[in-house]
């Protein structure tokens, strides 16, 4: 079992990896050929989505930050995860009139 | 005078056995690792605490239902999510709704360290057969290797339950020790020209991307190994609610009162599984022997694949084989210790993000792994 | 070799059946609509991933215990909730804690057309009796048209056990739909100038008042459908714990982590319960068939007995019929249709909060008329 | 069955109706009595509560607001709601009381 | 017609009792209570409301289940939590994880005074035996006079699970009754010199000290008492995770989404669990009248015992005994009435930090003599 | 019963309560040995963890606001709880160092 085993899972994340090898290409197919006639800037965002160096070297920063465990960061990114949305088919957007009226009161 | 000898004999005391002191001290040396150094004290804590109950010694089956293994207990009834399999789904999802496949989806190539780094999963199965284990024992215990947790309770919990403590708690304590487990395996199996490859900066990923990857992954994992399907469904569907973008409150609840919640029972249960009278058996020592030299083998898996693709990769495009140890899971420590070697071997040398990739992927291929062992042994 | 063989034999290849195909188109569809255009997709993620996970193909019965439908598989654990009929009353304690009531209580009449439009349920009730269905059956088929999600499983969970599935997956496609089921039969009913009747404002409403609707409105519905106690007990619970201001932070607790849980597990099961092998019969398709008409029947209860109270009500106090459709509750898709349609003849014209007083009594008109119909059948 | 089900929905929901539009003149009666002796002014809040014209205005542009889907709005409200209370009977004010003394720390 | 008398037979009309009539004041009179003057709205509006769902007449075993008590209804499964004892534990998680035992750890020898503040349950006990109470029943009824709502769920849960409504339901009336119980027994029993005693402030307390308090009170309760350990070992756990400082995001859902939705599961229940034709009862009666003298002994207890410690004391180390009357728990009811009364006797003498320390050592307490009483009854 | 189990009850919390006065004393030993060479300062900090003057009438304070009922204070305090760290072995600091990045895009 422990060859057929291994090899099969070889397969199944070898055939993730050419799909997801493949799917870019067609979509980006699909993207070029949306923006064929808005000319170059088109053109340059797309060839443009490799990340440039100075991401990088924040990336880098951040990494140190991380190194040294400041902990600031984690905090700031939880309040802004914790601004969610609402339930959306019961109080949804319609609520939030009723809300507002509320506040006009 | 009666009264008092039958309270006697109920207490911990008449009951104590040096097992259950060996255990306190295993329990009480977990939640010290857990908050001086901060290993995994999500997990170890609670599984720290729960051996400690597990272990005050008290009369089983005296009427009192106390015990984990006892029908009527509190901690039976919570034990049952670890037990029918519920609680590592249910963690995958919370899991899904908090992991970002972007390392993974723009090099899809590093999926394959993740494949590779599933070895020790196989050759500990081997090793287990060879000591005298049952198939579906073996197999539980060589899922130590795939490095994650949930899988490794979900895959015993079905194969062998009579397992899932020690399984569980070797699996944990590894993933704690990576650090110090995987460096000396990385500097053997490695040069230090490979250490210092640099690797291209990973492109972005769009949003359409992200979004048909669980989809897709879904599919194709399910169709080669549906015994996944309860893992990898929840974890994908997990990963959907984040990135549909649409679904945010759901994800929200999944990363953090849901999977809180499981985590907490799920920790103490299966630490008070580790009750001295039913754990301290020579199973659990060889169990803990093989889970280490499972981990040896799956880091080693993922780095020589590393260095076996790169005789087919071109110059520029080389992979630094130190990423291939993160692929054995234990997200994200081992992507951690990947960082922090590569940064010895070069200062400049960034390898977390690429890391990442493997680590996600490495997942992926102990689910697999655990659904095709079930579709064999069951 | 052998291993070979039995890995063929147990992965979705060898066990693919054109049913199951045409479900994960459909799982995918439904994933499309909620992310693309943003249908209900709260419920339409789960429910078109678990449409997936449940269609992937497996061999049942096999041992590896996968299917939603055999014993000991997470699915069916998690599937209880919905089969023993827990899992809807716990949505209406969230949803009860996130609605409000004021506009019903503000302006009572309103109410009526909540009850009016539960025609469709009745209707279709004849329908499918004609057709075939058993009693039970044909009133769970009936309560689509209620166009509310957990009654419709709450009512064919005890009901019709095996059509929960797609009584729900019906009833959750409608409700995504309203906009587009609804608006003709709207124009068809009212002429141009009852859509333009213009309503006065609400008045605003007491705490007091606000404290008591739930207790009362409790009692009343309680006495006379106790059927509908386990629905609208929870719904009315969660609207007093949120009213009464005394106990805020159960109703944030309710309306937040404990709904979306609930939500997300009765999504994913009643998704998988789809399963092609158990699905796709000839009582499926008819249910979808009479949930359409259901649907319709519904709207155009509310429309018309809008115009109905018109006939005894003075200038200045009449309805405009728009907002009748509201009442088959869908809330709040189908209010913000009113809302639209309204719109569409007078821009200034705006109609949404008076069609929040019957969207909300059609919630309870519905539960009543499952309590009844209970009462009748079992 | 249908008849007398649609019939008792009917009925139900009617005596729901029946009940809050009497609830509210019984109420109102009760208040106008506390009142009685405080004057016009009470009355003249009595009065009042219907939603006057720039309230409704207001709703209008959170109806604007709603179906241009803006979800700022939704953000804004959120937060607020998240400033929640304690558990009363455990942590509740004496707590507090407690965390409010580290403070000083 | 036929329909109208079957409807009629099953709506509320046909099945009520005076006693329905009865318990449904009661509820109401909950639900007031705990919006006008804020006692425990927490647990009375759940339990007030679920008293009345509890008592809309319905049809027992008619086939609808509908009654908690009938197999397959929704009340009746979420009340297994209370009746397999799962609840209370988990609702000590989050108490753990919300409770701070700095004052406790802080001046230890106030720690008594909970131990003497459990007197009522033991002298109630033997009450309760002399009016004809089983052992059983007596040992469930004196728990009343731990104060404390999950305490006593649990015992009787194990114990006498026929009158876990009426215990639980006396328990926190009169826990919501402490200002009005315990000040006249608090004036009688202590002298005026007394009440104006002041204490020492209390030491700060390190993180060390608080770390190793959870692991030592369990292993040490859990020896003397194992039966306290379902109880007690969550509420440590809890406290564990709060105090550790690695694991605040467990601690944060332990004592928010957790303890909220168990809370409202618990007390929605609990009020179901007294419907008129099962509660009503001469036992349920006896109960509240044992329940309310239980308590007296407590807080005479504990004030007795600060007085006997005083003649130990030297000068300017004296305890004011009114810290002793929170010693019975209740909290934070039981502290802040010591606070009060302290001020009437003195107005700048502040008693709320002193008595924090009986009050949460009465929690320890009564969980002690509830784990005993089942070594001894089961 | 009752007798013994009173007492049981007695000793389990007098149990308690000695450790807890043995407890600070051994760990003070290890604090002061520790800081031994660092001299006075050190010995003046242990002395100090008597709650001064000043806390005592923070606390007072913060009990009339307490006994007052005011809600605001209890909202201040769980906006700072709400603040939370993430799931440590599985988004932790390494994700966020991802997060990072995305902003930086
Ligand atoms: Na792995
Ligand atoms: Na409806
Ligand atoms: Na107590």
């Given amino acids: 079992m422990a060859v057929t085993g291994y090899s099969v899972v070889f397969l199944s994340l070898f055939l993730l990896a050419l799909l997801f090898s493949v799917i870019p290409k067609v979509l980006s197919w699909n993207i070029r050929r949306t923006f064929d006639d808005e000319g170059d800037e088109a053109k340059k965002a797309l060839a443009g989505n490799m990340i440039p160096g100075e991401v990088s070297a924040a990336i880098s920063v951040a990494i140190s930050l991380y190194l040294n465990e400041l902990h600031d960061q984690d905090t700031a990114i939880l309040t802004i995860k914790k601004v969610g949305k609402s339930y959306t088919p019961w109080n949804s957007k319609i609520y939030n009139v009723i809300n507002f009226k509320g506040f006009q009161r | ?378």
């Fill in chain 2, 1 to 378: 005078m009666d009264g008092l000898v039958q309270f006697l004999d109920y207490s911990g005391f008449s009951n104590i056995t040096p097992g259950h002191l060996l255990m306190i001290l295993v329990g009480m040396l977990f939640i010290y690792l857990a908050i001086r150094f901060e290993y995994q004290p999500i997990l170890l804590v609670p599984i720290g605490f729960g051996i400690l109950i597990g272990n005050t010694p008290f009369i089983e089956h005296g009427g009192m239902a106390l015990g984990i293994y006892e029908d009527g207990s509190v901690m039976n009834y919570l034990y049952q999510g670890v037990l029918k399999g519920v609680f590592p789904p249910l963690i995958f999802l919370g899991i899904g709704a908090m992991t970002d496949f972007s390392p993974l989806i723009s090099n899809p190539k590093l999926i394959l360290l993740g494949a590779a780094a599933q070895l020790g999963i196989f050759m500990t199965y081997i090793g287990a057969i060879s000591l005298g284990f049952t198939n579906p024992e073996a197999a539980s215990i060589g899922i130590i290797g795939g490095a994650d947790g949930p899988t490794a309770i979900y895959l015993s919990s079905r194969l062998a339950p009579h397992l899932v403590g020690s399984i569980a708690i070797a699996a944990y304590t590894y993933m704690a020790l990576v650090p110090l487990i995987q460096p000396p395996i990385m500097r053997l199996l490695t040069t230090q020209k490979e250490r210092r490859i640099k690797m291209k900066p990973p492109r972005s990923v769009t949003r359409m991307e992200k979004v048909m990857f669980p989809v897709f992954a879904l599919l194709l994992t399910g169709f080669i190994s549906p015994g996944s399907l309860p893992l990898l469904g929840m974890l994908f569907l997990g990963n959907l609610l984040k990135e549909s973008m649409v679904t945010k409150r759901l994800a929200d609840t999944a990363r953090n009162a849901m999977i809180d919640i499981v985590t907490i029972i799920l920790g103490v249960t299966i630490g008070a599984s580790t009750q001295a009278t039913t754990f301290l058996t020579r199973s659990s020592v060889l169990i803990f022997i093989l889970g280490a030299t499972a981990f040896m083998f799956s880091t080693a898996g993922g780095i020589l694949f590393a260095r076996f693709m790169n005789l087919f990769l071109r110059e520029g495009n080389k992979i630094n084989p130190l990423i291939g140890a993160a692929g054995v899971a234990a997200v994200p420590e081992s992507a951690r210790v990947a960082q922090i070697e590569g940064l010895k071997a070069d200062p400049t040398n960034h390898l977390i993000m690429h890391a990442m990739a493997p680590n996600v992927a490495g997942v992926i291929g102990s689910a697999v792994a655990a659904g095709i062992m079930m579709s064999f042994l069951l």
